[in-house]
């Protein structure tokens, strides 16, 4: 079969903030760099991101530093990150926010012309570097005019604006290669695609492909995800070999719309609670302050009238509890509603109304004023929002060497959503955008590396290739037996994610649905999609499925193992969190057709890093061995 062939140093997938950031470090470094998408160049996830990008630049409250962001990213994931990828994160976020501002990105200002910065959920300052509510505009339009200009610079050397960098869109690869021939064991050598258009498959050969493909929200009912977020770098990397962690931790965001069904789970911004706006029950009461779990008693007000003054003097007082993480506010409002105390469409009601004037919230919230207006006919200046949990982000991904981004197979990296580790059992709000920067130029230069250090270029086996085309045209043949339709099969697919993996979760609701997903992998063995590979939504939906159900399985079965409380992960029937399950890690790699999950032990964290703690904060986290342990080094 004749495909259309293309030749590269470094293959990106995705093209949202890790993509881009992974394609300019590559081209900088002098690699031919494709990056290719599965959407429109310019529309991913990256794009919709509302309130903002964290780093410590202290712009708004000088005592902020790297020291502080760290020990917050820790505390919101519960300790379970990776500490080496948090510290990493915290240390060089403020220089990739610079380094945006080089690229061309304009932040909202300070009074005296510095970035400004906002409060989020779980950050001890104000820090989020932010454009209104459309920040995740701001740095994809900043990232991709500098990959202009790095075209123009190749046209002026080469007379070709795209000899080392271009990007392939609504292009959608369904498998990578591998040359299993060499020495030294298996490499990378390439992917294979095709074009959503007209169904052609190309294939990229090159010896190293950074994964950047975002999340995996589309396996559940409701989300702030949108069509491309069906796990596709996760399967991909699971598939050739490499592994998963920490997939048991899928955050639910506290706020997504609830009414109209139509917009249900579309995204409410943190910063709606972050520039004020409080929850509120059927009954008008503010009913965070019933949620304040013990780890965080401390450092949340536990009246109204001090929530209300911490906006205004932060420093003699604590914040509100609306600005718990996630996990907590998600878990509380879930709570409310099913003890019956919800808004009239199943949510609760989030108010802004009654807490600035209505040109404050025009001017710092515009997105979600026209997103109400439009969706709801809801005037977010006179009127309360109703809102409820969706499923946002997911924690979990491939395992990466921090440093450099590298899977377990060499010449595979993974950066931003995608990867695992960072954000441990939940993501506090805005260390995503920071995550893409900081570790799309740590893939970048890990991939470069390995590139270049390469002695024989890996090649790719013809038999793979053809392989990877009969593959992807299965459901045009499908199996004996009855026939299967991509649609329903989705649909029952995310139905049994959210009501029996989603927010709340118990042991025999997952085994049921195992079960419910064993079914739906053996009748995506037949499914069957009419017509051509000429733009056929049918078919493209079959290959995704794949993907979802591949990377719910592993969702699934760590869940099920998990036998505590922990992040992004609650257990209705182990309740708490079990310091011995912080020291370990749960890896899912493929077996057979399907998913093996096992445990790994955390690596322990290094002493300097500990002692930003104090103990009587590791001891609500840590076991008593561990604290004997830390209490002997500090002897
Ligand atoms: P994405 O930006 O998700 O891009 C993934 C790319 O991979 C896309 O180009 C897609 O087309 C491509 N792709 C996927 N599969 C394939 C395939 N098989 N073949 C080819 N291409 C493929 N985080 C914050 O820090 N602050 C915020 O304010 C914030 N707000 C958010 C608001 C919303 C509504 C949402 C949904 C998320 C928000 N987040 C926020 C989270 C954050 O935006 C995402 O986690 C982040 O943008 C992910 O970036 P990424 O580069 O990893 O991938």
């Known amino acids: 079969m004749e495909i259309e062939r293309h030749e590269y140093d470094v293959v990106v997938i995705g093209a949202g903030g890790a993509g881009l950031r992974a394609a300019i470090e590559t081209r900088s470094a002098g690699l031919r760099t494709a990056v290719v998408c599965k959407s429109l160049f310019g529309k991913a996830h990256t794009v919709m991101a509302e309130g903002g990008i964290a780093a410590s630049m202290g712009n708004v409250n000088s005592r902020d530093d790297w020291q502080v962001h760290f020990r917050d990213t820790m505390r919101g994931g519960k300790f379970l990150n990776n500490w080496r990828m948090a510290e990493l994160h915290a240390r060089e976020a403020p220089q990739r926010v610079w380094e945006l501002e080089t690229y061309g990105a304009l932040f909202d200002r300070t009074p005296d012309g510095r970035i400004s910065q906002r409060n989020f959920g779980g950050h001890e300052y104000p820090r989020l570097a932010h454009v209104g509510d459309r920040t995740g505009l ?10 202009v200009s790095l075209q123009q610079e190749d046209h002026a050397e080469f007379g070709d604006y795209e000899a080392r960098i271009k990007v392939f869109q609504e292009c959608t690869v369904t498998e990578l290669l591998k040359d299993d021939s060499g020495a030294q064991g298996s490499k990378v050598s ?7 258009e007209s169904g052609r498959y190309v294939l990229f050969d090159a010896p190293a492909v950074i994964l950047a493909t975002g999340g ?3 396996s ?13 770098g996760h399967a991909l990397a699971l598939r050739a070999g490499a592994s998963l962690i920490n997939m048991e931790f899928v955050q639910f965001h506290p706020t997504g719309m609830v009414w109209p069904p139509s917009v249900k789970g579309i995204l409410v911004t943190e910063s709606v609670r972050g520039d004020g706006g409080v929850l509120r029950n059927s009954e008008g009461r503010r009913f965070m302050f019933d949620y304040i779990p013990e780890v965080f008693k401390d450092n949340y007000a536990d009246s109204e009238a001090e929530g209300d003054r911490w906006y205004d003097d932060p420093d003699n007082n604590r914040r509100p509890p609306e600005l718990l993480p996630r996990d907590e506010v998600a878990r509380a409002i879930n709570n409310e509603v099913k003890e019956g105390r919800g808004s009239p469409h199943g949510g609760v009601f989030l108010d802004v109304a009654t807490r600035l004037p209505a ?13 109400f207006k439009e969706l709801a006919d809801v005037d977010i200046t006179t009127e309360a929002m109703e809102v409820g949990p969706t499923c946002h982000y997911v924690m979990g991904g491939v395992e990466v060497e921090p440093d450099t981004a590298a899977s377990r197979v060499p010449g595979l990296f993974a950066a931003g959503e995608v990867a695992g580790g960072m954000h441990g059992s939940n993501r506090l709000g805005g260390n995503s955008l920071s995550d893409l920067l900081v570790f799309g130029r740590r893939a970048g230069t890990g991939a470069a590396g390995y590139v270049q250090g390469l002695v024989d270029r890996p090649r790719i086996a ?3 290739v053809d392989s990877a085309a009969e593959r992807a045209a299965d459901p045009f043949n499908p199996a004996e037996g009855k026939s299967e339709n991509p649609y329903s099969l989705h649909s029952e697919l995310q139905q ?9 979760r118990r042991d025999e609701e997952m085994r049921e649905a195992l079960g419910r997903l064993r079914d739906l992998i053996a009748r995506a063995e037949h499914l069957e999609v009419e017509g051509n590979r000429q733009f056929n939504p049918g078919w493209h939906l079959a290959i995704d499925l794949r993907n979802m159900l591949l990377v719910s399985e592993c969702v699934a079965r760590a869940a099920l193992l998990r036998t505590e409380s922990r992040g992004g992960h609650t257990r209705d029937d ?11 890690l749960l890896v899912c790699e493929r077996s057979g057709t399907g998913v093996e999950v096992t445990e790994e032990p955390q690596v322990a964290m290094r002493h300097e890093l500990l002692e930003l703690f104090k103990l009587e904060e590791l001891r609500k986290y840590y076991t008593d061995d561990e604290l004997a342990d830390v209490q002997a080094k500090e002897l």
């Open 138 to 147: 701001e740095l994809i339009r900043t990232l991709q005019q500098k990959i």
């Open 190 to 196: 390439g992917a294979f695609g095709y074009w959503r």
């Open 216 to 218: 995996i929200g589309k």
């Open 220 to 232: 559940f009912k409701v989300t702030s995800n949108s069509w491309e977020y069906t796990g596709d």
């Open 359 to 371: 040109e404050t919230i025009t001017k710092r919230l515009p997105s979600m004023h026209h997103q």
């Open 462 to 464: 013809p038999s793979d």
């Open 496 to 504: 049994a994610m959210n009501d029996l993996v989603g927010i709340i």
């Open 574 to 584: 182990h309740p708490s969190m079990d310091a011995q399950w912080r020291r370990k």
